[in-house]
């Protein structure tokens, strides 16, 4: 006889990680808020990952790469405050949660990979993905009102800065002595400055390590 494991109720989950893991975190900005319940998260995790999708940490997603949790993208969301209309580059996009999320906040997004791989997959959800260097940004797109560094880095380079429009903003996990902490920061003319918003884990992205001073 063959057992069948029940299917997860994924609406369910995706109620629950509104009320337990959004809505406790802060993550209050309403846009944000019903395309995060509305999205599938499933779908855009490794076929074996769908049953931990709503976890609270981060999730495999094939080829060496994981989406980060769920208070991540939604800390960031509510500081960003996407409105419908405005560009979005996704740096790090994976397979394309982040960009799913802002389409259905009515934000026009590509994404940027450096994984062919993942990249593919990304397109298979209908969404614009460009290949290349995550570090460099996609300067052929620019610019942006908004650019998501889609997980952790620990150094946001100025090549990426300079695709903001002015007044453009930028959210990221920026690793600070191997802590997480959730950024966010405006251009103003020449200017940039950042912010921080909470302590927040995500994994880091390839191409964005600082250069290691020499030591003897």
Not at 96 to 124: D, I, Q
Not at 152 to 176: C, H, K, N
Not at 206 to 212: I, L, N, T, V
Request: aromatic fraction near 6%.
């Amino acid at each position: 006889m063959t057992i069948h494991a029940p299917v997860p109720d994924f609406a369910a989950a995706r109620a629950a990680m509104v009320d337990t893991q959004l809505r406790p975190e802060g993550v209050s900005y309403g846009p944000a808020v019903e395309a995060m319940g509305a999205v599938p998260r499933e779908t855009f995790v490794a076929e074996d990952a769908r049953p931990i999708a709503y976890t609270d940490r981060c999730v495999p997603i094939g080829h060496g790469r994981t989406m980060s949790g769920p208070d991540l993208l939604g800390k960031l969301l509510t500081e960003l405050a996407p409105v419908a209309g405005e560009r979005a580059l996704v740096i790090g996009c994976g397979t394309g949660y982040a960009c799913a999320v802002l389409v259905r906040m009515g934000v026009a997004v590509t994404g940027l990979e450096s994984s062919a791989e993942l990249a593919a997959a990304a397109r298979g959800h209908g969404f614009d993905v460009v290949e290349g260097p995550l570090e460099d940004g996609w300067k052929k797109g620019a610019p942006y009102d908004l650019i998501l560094i889609d997980g952790a880095v620990e150094d946001i380079p100025p090549a990426i800065i300079a695709q903001l429009t002015d007044r453009g903003r930028l959210g990221a996990s920026l690793l600070d002595r191997g802590i997480g902490r959730v950024v966010v920061g405006r251009r103003a003319g020449e200017g940039f400055g950042l912010h921080t918003i909470a302590d927040a884990s995500a994994a880091p992205l390839p191409g964005f390590a600082k250069p290691r001073a020499f030591t003897f």
